[in-house]
C-alpha cells in the first residue's frame, strides 16, 4: 500500500485521540507509531514523505514506545494500531475507520465518543477528589476501573472509582500524569492544567446556580477568569451599623491566600482582625495614591492651581487624599522598620511572601511571622484586636 496513504490514514486515526499540544503524546508521534508499526511502512519511507532524516523518525518510534509503559496510554494507542491494522488489510468497513476500536482492552474503550456533559459531571467528581492533599489514581494492569486514594485515611481504601476510559479521558486532556510505576499498578497525580480546568469547571457551576449575571450590557463571567480567583464570603461592617456578607476573590492579595492556611493545631494562621487590618492598610494605600506611577500624570493641567508648580489647590474639607495619607504614614511610624517593610510589600505592593523574603534577605519561612506580627500590631492600632479577644 502506498507509504502516504497510509501515514494519512493514520494521521486521520491519531487526531481523533490526540492533539497537537497534548503531553502525553502528540497526534503527529503517534501517527508516525501508527504507520511503522500498524501499518508496516518502513522507517525510510515515512522519511522520504514527511521530508525528514530517517533517524529522526526512529527517535519518534523509541519516544512513543518507551511511552506504552503508561496503561492508559497503551490502550489507546493499542486501539489505533488494530484500526490501521485493519483498514491497511482491506477488513475494516467504513464507519471503523472513522473511529477507533475497542479491541485494545478496557483503557481504549470509547475515549474519543465520550459524551461532553457527561464528562464535565464526571470530571467534577473525580477531579475534586484527586485535588485533595496527597491523592492519587491508581490503575492495575488489565483492570477496568481505576481508584482515587488520599492521604486522608492513609491509602488504605479507595474513596472513589472510574472506568479506566474516563482516566484515559484524563490523560488525553493533560488533566492527570503518570507519576510512578509498579510491578502491577501505576499512580497518576492531577496536573495544573487539571486544577486549572477543575476551577473552571467549579466556577460554571457557581455561575449557573446563581442564575444572576451583571446588570446593564455586561457580559457573564468567563469560566477561565474564574479558574484564577479564590473566591470566598466575606463580613463587611455597615456604616450605620450591622454587617454584610459578600462573595469576594481573596486570590488576588497574598494576604487572602494566607489567610486560609491553617496555623498549629488546625486554627486559622490570621485572625480575622488581623486580615482586616491588612486590607484597612490597603484600601487606604490605595486612597492615598501612593502606589508608583507608570503612565503620564495629566491631571496637573486639568485642575485649578499653581499650573508652573503643577500643585493643585487644596479639594475641600476633606483634602482628597491627604488624610488617607496620613492615616498611612501613621500606621507605618508604629510599626518601624522591618514591619512596615513587610506589610507595605504584603499589603499594599501585593507582593508575595516568598519573594519579599528574598528582597529582604530573610531566611525561609520567616516572613509568615513578622508578618503576623505587623498584622497584630495595625489590629491594636485600629482598635480592631478587642474583637477578637
Known amino acids: 500500500m502506498n507509504t502516504a496513504y497510509v501515514l494519512s490514514r493514520c494521521n486521520e486515526q491519531a487526531a481523533t485521540l490526540f492533539g497537537e499540544k497534548t503531553a502525553c503524546c502528540s497526534a503527529r508521534d503517534a501517527a508516525i507509531y501508527l504507520a511503522h508499526t500498524g501499518g508496516g511502512e518502513s522507517i525510510r519511507a515515512i522519511a522520504a514523505v514527511i521530508g525528514t532524516h530517517p533517524s529522526t523518525v526512529m527517535r519518534t518510534v523509541r519516544r512513543v ?8 496510554l497503551d490502550g489507546m494507542l493499542e ?3 488494530n484500526a490501521v491494522e485493519a483498514a491497511a488489510n482491506g477488513s475494516a468497513s467504513p464507519e471503523s475507520k472513522d473511529t477507533p476500536t475497542d479491541a485494545g482492552g478496557p483503557a481504549a474503550l470509547t475515549v474519543s465518543q465520550t459524551d461532553d ?10 477531579l475534586r477528589r484527586l485535588a485533595e492533599p496527597d491523592s492519587f489514581l491508581m490503575v492495575a494492569s488489565g483492570a ?11 491509602h488504605r ?10 482516566a484515559a479521558e484524563f490523560l488525553r486532556r493533560d488533566w492527570i500524569r503518570l507519576n510512578s510505576k509498579g510491578e502491577a499498578s501505576m499512580r497518576y497525580r492531577i496536573t495544573d492544567v487539571g486544577r486549572a480546568a477543575l476551577r473552571r469547571m467549579i466556577a460554571a457551576e457557581t455561575e449557573r446556580k446563581r442564575g444572576t449575571r451583571a446588570p446593564g450590557f455586561a457580559e457573564a463571567a468567563s469560566p477561565f477568569a474564574g479558574q484564577h480567583k479564590l473566591e470566598a464570603d466575606k463580613v463587611f461592617a455597615l456604616p450605620e451599623g450591622g454587617t454584610e ?10 494576604l487572602g491566600w494566607l489567610a486560609r492556611r491553617a496555623g498549629p493545631g488546625g486554627k486559622a494562621y490570621l485572625e480575622p482582625s488581623e486580615v482586616e487590618a491588612g486590607e484597612r492598610l490597603r484600601s487606604d494605600f490605595e486612597l492615598a495614591q501612593m502606589g508608583p506611577s507608570v503612565t503620564q500624570d495629566w491631571r496637573k ?13 487644596a479639594q475641600g474639607p476633606g483634602g482628597g487624599p491627604e488624610d488617607a495619607r496620613r492615616r498611612v504614614s501613621a500606621a507605618m511610624s508604629l510599626l518601624g522598620p522591618g514591619l512596615a517593610d513587610v506589610a507595605l510589600r504584603v499589603c499594599c505592593f501585593l507582593e508575595g511572601l516568598e519573594a519579599c523574603e528574598k528582597r529582604m534577605g530573610w531566611s525561609a519561612r520567616s516572613g509568615k511571622v513578622v508578618l503576623k506580627l505587623a498584622l497584630q500590631r495595625l489590629a491594636e492600632h485600629y482598635g480592631l484586636a478587642e474583637r477578637d479577644a
Open 79 to 81: 486501539s489505533l494500531t
Open 301 to 313: 493641567f486639568l485642575t485649578p492651581g499653581d499650573r508652573l508648580s503643577g500643585t493643585p489647590q
Open 144 to 154: 477496568e476501573k481505576a481508584g482515587v486514594f488520599c492521604g486522608a485515611n492513609r
Open 157 to 166: 481504601r479507595p474513596i472513589a472509582m472510574l472506568p479506566t476510559s474516563l
Open 65 to 72: 514506545e518507551e511511552r506504552r509503559d503508561d496503561p492508559l
Open 117 to 126: 456533559a457527561t464528562l464535565l459531571v464526571e470530571a467534577r467528581r473525580f
Open 245 to 254: 456578607t459578600a462573595r469576594v476573590n481573596i486570590g488576588e492579595s497574598p
